[in-house]
C-alpha cells in the first residue's frame, strides 16, 4: 500500500508512467538487486521479478524495460560521462583514452588519488601534450578492451557505481559495440576522421570516356540507319544487332571507316552506272539499289562488309590479281559469277546459311542477293556490250551476304574480337562458305577473265577520264566517303522493299530512284550527320499533353499521342493543300488554316478564332496573330 | 510555363508532307493552335476513357480508343 501510494506521488510529480515507474523506490530497489544479471536481461530478470513480489505481467514489463533501459547506449553512456573526469573537449582527451605508453603510466599512479585529485593530475599532462594534436591517423580504431581498461582505471574511484560500471562495461561489452563510434567520436572531440583520397586514374578515366563516345557514335550511326529505313524504329531487331553494338572499342571505329570503304565502291558504282550507261537496266539497277538499301539497313552490315573485304582478299588469293583495289576486285568476281551458275550456288548459300533465327535476314539477303547476281548478269552483259564498268560489289556482297549468314553468329563474334586481323580470320571462316562462291567462280571465270580484264582496263580508263569527282574517287580507296554517304543518304530516306520476286517488281521501282537521288545527297553530303526527319519534340508533346489531361499517363500513351500527331500533320497538310488550291493559290494563308479550324468543329459561331488564340497561345503570339490598336495610330501587327 | 512554338520545325513537318505548299506568314502559328486544340481534345476524350475503366491513369488503349474518335473528328 504505501509503496502504491507512493507510487501515486511520484506519479502526480513525474510527466510519464515510466519515468514514475523508475522513480519508485521499490523499483529502484528491485534495480539494484538485478544489477549483477542486467546482462542475462530477459529470462532471468523475470525469474528475479517473480521471486521480488507480487509479480503482475504488467510490473513485469515496466521492470524489464526498467532493465533493459538501464542497459541503453544513452544510459550508461551517462554514467559513463558522469565518471569521467571533467575534461575540455579538445583533442586532447585523446590521450587520456588512448592506449600509448605515454597515457597508461599517468592513470596509475594517480588510481589512489580521489576523483577531485584525479581531475588536476590528469589536466597536467593534458597540458604538457598541448602542443601534439593527435592525429587521428594513429588510433584509427578503439578497440572496446581497450576500452574497458582505460574505463577500469578509473572505476575504483568511484566506489558507489563500481558494481554498475563493471556491469555497464560488461553490457558494453556484449551488447552494443557500436556505442563505441559515438563515445570514440566524443572523446575525440571535433577531430575529423582521416579522409582517404582516392587518386583517379586519369588514364582509365579517359579510356572509359572513348568507349563511351565509340559507343554512341557507333549506336548512333546504327540506329540512324535503322530509323531512316525503319520509319523510326529503333528497337534491336537480332542478336546480331545487339552483339555488334556491344562490340568492343577498336572495334567500332575500324567498322565505321571499313563501312564507309566498303559501301563507298558500291554505292560509287552504282552512280557512275547510272550516269553513263544509257542502256543501262532500269530494273537492275533499281534492284541493285534496293540490295544497297536492304543491306544498309540489315544487322549485318557490318559483317557483311567485313566479309566482303575478306573475300576480295580471298580472291586476291585465289585468282592471283594484286594491284587492283578492290573495286575492281570486286568486278572481277562479279563477272566471274555470271550466271545462273553463280546464281544457284548462292541460293544454295542462301538456304544452307538459313537458320531459323536469321531467317528473316536469311531471306533478306536471299533477295538482295539474287537481286544482286542478276544485276551482276546484267551488269556484266552491259558491261560487254557497252564496257561500261560494273563493280559488282554488290553482287560480292550479296554473296558475302550468303556466306556470312552462315557463320553470322560465329563471324560477328569473331568480327568483334579481332578487328584487326581481319583477312586472317575470316578467312578460315569464309572458306567453307567461300568454297561454293569460288566453285562458281572459277567455273566461270576462265574464259571471262580475258574479257573481263579488258572491260577493267577500259573501266579503268574510263573512271580516270571520269568527270565527276565521285567517279575519281571510286579508283582511289581512300577518297570514298563523300560519294558513299552521298548515296546512302539517298537510299536512307527510301523505304525498304523486300519484294518476293525481285525480278517482276524491280521494272516499276526505278523511276522514282533517279529524281530523288539528285536532291538528297546536298543535305547529307556535306557533313556526315544523321538526316533526322522532322518532329515535334516529343517532350513538348508531353507537356502539352499531361497539362491538358492533368491526370497521369503511361510512357507508352505518350508513344501513341506521338503517333497520332504525326498523322494529324499529315492530315492538315494535306487539307491545307486542299483549301489553297480550292482558292487558286499556292501559299496556305490565314484563311485557310481558319477554314481547317471551322471545318474541325474548333472555331464556330459562338467560338470565333480570336478568343481560342487568346486562350491557347502565349502572349508574344497572341501580339501577332490579333491586332491590336495602340495610341499613335500604330497597330501591332502592323498591316 | 510552356516553351516557344516550334515554328521551324512545324514549317519543316509540312514541308515534307507536302513539298510543293507554301506557308504565309503566321500560319503556322494558327496551325500550332489547331495542333493544342486537338492535343487539347485527345487528352479529354483519354481522360474519359480512362475514368470509364475506373483507372486514374491514362493508358495506351484509352489513348487509341481516343485517337480513333478525334482524328475522325479533325479531318477537315
Keep these: 500500500m504505501d509503496g502504491r501510494v507512493g507510487l501515486r506521488a511520484s506519479r502526480r510529480a513525474a510527466p510519464t508512467p515510466r519515468v514514475a515507474v523508475r522513480s519508485s523506490p521499490r523499483h529502484r530497489a528491485r534495480v539494484r538487486e538485478q544489477e549483477p544479471v542486467v546482462s542475462a536481461m530477459s529470462g532471468s530478470g523475470l525469474g528475479k521479478e517473480n521471486k521480488a513480489g507480487s509479480s503482475t505481467p504488467l510490473r513485469h514489463r515496466p521492470n524489464a524495460f526498467s532493465e533493459l533501459d538501464n542497459a541503453t547506449p544513452r544510459v550508461m553512456l551517462r554514467k559513463i560521462i558522469q565518471n569521467q573526469p571533467q575534461v575540455s573537449p579538445l583533442a586532447l582527451q585523446t590521450v587520456q583514452l588512448e592506449e600509448t605508453e605515454d597515457a597508461r603510466p599517468e592513470p596509475p599512479s594517480q588510481r589512489t588519488s580521489s576523483t577531485v585529485e584525479l581531475q588536476l593530475p590528469d589536466l597536467v599532462p593534458e597540458d604538457a601534450s598541448v602542443t601534439t594534436f593527435r592525429m587521428t591517423r594513429k588510433r584509427k580504431k578503439l578497440s572496446i578492451s581497450e576500452f574497458e581498461r582505460a574505463a577500469d ?14 556491469t555497464l562495461v560488461r553490457s558494453l561489452r556484449m551488447s552494443v559495440g557500436s556505442v563505441m563510434a559515438p563515445d570514440t567520436v566524443e572523446k575525440r572531440g571535433l577531430l575529423r576522421r582521416p579522409q582517404n583520397h582516392k587518386a583517379i586514374d586519369i588514364a582509365a578515366f579517359e579510356g572509359g570516356v572513348e568507349q563511351n563516345m565509340l559507343q554512341i557514335k557507333a549506336q548512333d550511326y546504327l540506329v540512324d540507319l535503322q530509323t531512316s529505313s525503319m520509319t523510326g524504329t529503333t528497337t534491336i531487331r537480332t542478336d546480331a544487332e545487339v552483339v555488334l553494338n556491344n562490340t568492343e572499342l577498336f572495334v567500332e571505329p575500324q567498322l565505321g571507316e571499313q563501312n564507309l570503304l566498303a559501301v563507298e565502291p558500291q554505292l560509287s558504282d552504282s552512280k557512275t552506272s547510272a550516269q553513263r550507261s544509257n542502256t543501262s537496266y532500269p530494273a537492275h539497277e533499281k534492284a541493285r539499289l534496293e540490295g544497297l538499301v536492304s543491306r544498309v539497313s540489315t544487322d549485318e552490315r557490318r559483317t557483311l562488309r567485313f566479309s566482303e573485304k575478306d573475300l576480295i582478299t580471298d580472291h586476291e588469293h585465289v585468282d592471283g590479281i594484286t594491284q587492283k583495289t578492290p573495286a575492281k576486285q570486286g568486278e572481277e568476281e562479279q563477272d566471274h559469277s555470271q550466271q545462273n551458275d553463280p546464281m544457284e550456288q548462292f541460293s544454295e548459300s542462301e538456304e544452307m546459311a538459313g537458320t531459323t533465327e536469321h531467317h528473316a535476314d536469311a531471306e533478306y539477303s536471299e533477295h538482295s ?16 556490250d557497252a564496257g561500261v564498268e560494273m563493280e559488282m560489289t554488290p553482287s560480292e556482297g550479296g554473296v558475302a551476304e550468303g556466306t556470312e549468314h552462315q557463320d553470322s553468329p560465329k563471324a560477328e563474334l569473331q568480327m568483334a574480337g579481332s578487328p584487326g586481323g581481319h583477312s586472317p580470320a575470316s578467312y578460315s571462316l569464309e572458306k567453307p562458305g567461300a568454297k561454293p562462291l569460288k566453285e562458281a567462280v572459277e567455273q566461270t571465270g576462265e574464259i571471262e577473265r580475258g574479257t573481263i580484264t579488258g572491260v577493267l582496263d577500259a573501266a579503268e580508263e574510263e573512271a580516270t577520264d571520269d ?4 567517279e575519281d574517287h571510286e579508283s582511289e580507296e581512300i577518297s570514298m566517303k563523300t560519294p558513299m554517304f552521298v548515296h546512302a543518304a539517298a537510299y536512307r530516306p527510301q523505304p525498304v522493299l523486300s519484294p518476293p520476286h525481285p525480278v517482276k517488281s524491280a521494272s516499276p521501282e526505278l523511276p522514282p530512284q533517279p529524281v530523288r537521288a539528285k536532291p538528297v545527297p546536298k543535305s547529307s553530303g556535306a557533313a556526315q550527320r544523321k538526316t533526322r526527319e522532322p518532329e515535334i519534340a516529343s517532350s513538348l508533346i508531353k507537356q502539352i499533353f ?5 491526370t497521369p499517363v503511361t510512357r507508352d500513351a505518350y508513344k501513341i499521342v506521338e503517333k497520332c500527331s504525326e ?13 489553297s488550291q480550292h482558292a487558286g493559290r499556292k501559299t496556305v494563308e490565314m484563311a485557310d488554316v481558319e477554314l481547317l479550324m471551322r471545318r474541325q468543329g474548333l472555331v464556330t459561331d459562338k467560338m470565333p478564332l480570336h478568343v481560342l488564340v487568346e486562350r491557347h497561345l502565349p502572349l508574344e503570339y497572341r501580339k501577332l496573330l490579333i491586332p491590336i490598336a495602340v495610341s499613335g495610330n500604330k497597330v501591332i501587327p502592323c498591316k | ?23 504565309a506568314a503566321n500560319t503556322d502559328l494558327l496551325v500550332h493552335l489547331s495542333f493544342l486544340l486537338f ?11 480512362a475514368f470509364e475503366n475506373k483507372s486514374k491513369i491514362i493508358k495506351p488503349e484509352h489513348t487509341i480508343a481516343a485517337a480513333k474518335v478525334i482524328l475522325k473528328k479533325s479531318r477537315g
Design chain 1, 153 to 166: 582505471k578509473r572505476l575504483p574511484q568511484n566506489q558507489a557505481h563500481s558494481t554498475l560500471d563493471s
Design chain 1, 369 to 384: 542477293e539474287k537481286k544482286l547476281s542478276r544485276k551482276a548478269v546484267s551488269q556484266l552483259t552491259a558491261a560487254q
Design chain 1, 467 to 470: 568527270e565527276s569527282d565521285k
Design chain 1, 546 to 550: 499531361s497539362h491538358y489531361v492533368k
Design chain 1, 567 to 579: 498523322r494529324y500533320f499529315k492530315q492538315i497538310s494535306s487539307d491545307l493543300e486542299a483549301y
Design chain 2, 1 to 23: 510555363g510552356r516553351r516557344t512554338v516550334p515554328r521551324g520545325t512545324l514549317r519543316k513537318i509540312i514541308k515534307k508532307h507536302k513539298p510543293h505548299l507554301r506557308l
Design chain 2, 39 to 49: 492535343l487539347h481534345r485527345l487528352a479529354e476524350e483519354a481522360r474519359t476513357n
